[in-house]
Antibody, heavy 122, light 108 residues
Framework: QIQLVQSGAEVTKPRSSVKVSCKAS????????INWVRQAPGQGLEWMGN????????KYDQTFQGRITITADSSTTTVYMELRSLTPDDTAVYFC???????????????WGQGTLVTASS | SSVLTQPPSVSVAPGKTASITCGGN??????VHWYQQKPGQAPVLVIF???DRPSGIPERFSGSNSENTATLTISRVVGGDEGDYYC???????????FGGGTKLTVL
């Protein structure tokens, strides 16, 4: 079982940046990819990108390319997602989710964090 | 990238069967995963690789597929099954995950 604990809610100004953290269970970094998924109020799920910390393999959704950075700190088993140039449309709950690493990259998201509400408002 | 189409809503009486479809061009149904999400909560995996069920998920939940369409079936529906259901696939051409738009299941 892998547990994911996310940082707390954030209120930010438009045009600023936000950095959300996701701390994974000890020993998990060699086994899973950590994904970021967001959900705007009343809307569906939107995948943003992921990282396999052991090899530092990173993928981003084209929608966020150039505006997002995902990093991992193996010493604390924590993954970070930074989103820049925020607009009110970025107001959403941001989830991290883990799937076991496999060559195809298509394994399901077995474990989820509790979500972090990010509000971008002036 | 792939586009997955789900009906926005499905309603079913208690004890009946609910079917939620997920359609898309070139969808490989045995690579489809399904999630249930209740208000204010993170999604929960209910079916993976088209028809496999995680431990702890009732046998009432099942998955199947036909050409370009995956289906989540919930038998003997109970009130606790209400929520939003999302299908998901990995698009290997664009190296991206894609979610369907979600289906709100209402138990009458």
């Amino acid at each position: 079982q892998i547990q994911l604990v996310q940082s707390g809610a954030e209120v930010t100004k438009p045009r600023s940046s936000v950095k959300v953290s996701c701390k994974a269970s000890e020993g998990s970094f060699s086994k899973v990819r950590i994904n970021w998924v967001r959900q705007a109020p009343g809307q569906g799920l939107e995948w943003m990108g992921n990282i396999f910390p052991l090899l530092n393999e990173i993928k981003y959704d084209q929608t966020f390319q150039g505006r997002i950075t995902i990093t991992a700190d193996s010493s604390t088993t924590t993954v970070y997602m930074e989103l820049r140039s925020l607009t009110p449309d970025d107001t959403a709950v941001y989830f991290c989710a883990a799937n076991y690493y496999d060559a195809s990259g298509s394994s399901p998201f077995d474990f989820w964090g509790q979500g972090t509400l990010v509000t971008a408002s002036s | 990238s792939s586009v997955l189409t789900q009906p926005p809503s499905v309603s079913v009486a208690p004890g009946k069967t609910a079917s939620i479809t997920c359609g898309g061009n070139n969808i490989v149904s045995d690579s489809v995963h399904w999630y249930q999400q209740k208000p204010g909560q993170a999604p929960v995996l209910v079916i993976f690789y088209g028809s496999d069920r995680p431990s702890g998920i009732p046998e009432r939940f099942s998955g199947s597929n036909s050409e370009n369409t995956a289906t989540l079936t919930i038998s003997r529906v109970v009130g606790g099954d209400e929520g939003d259901y999302y299908c998901q696939v990995w698009d290997s051409h664009s190296d991206q995950w894609v979610f369907g738009g979600g289906t709100k299941l209402t138990v009458l």
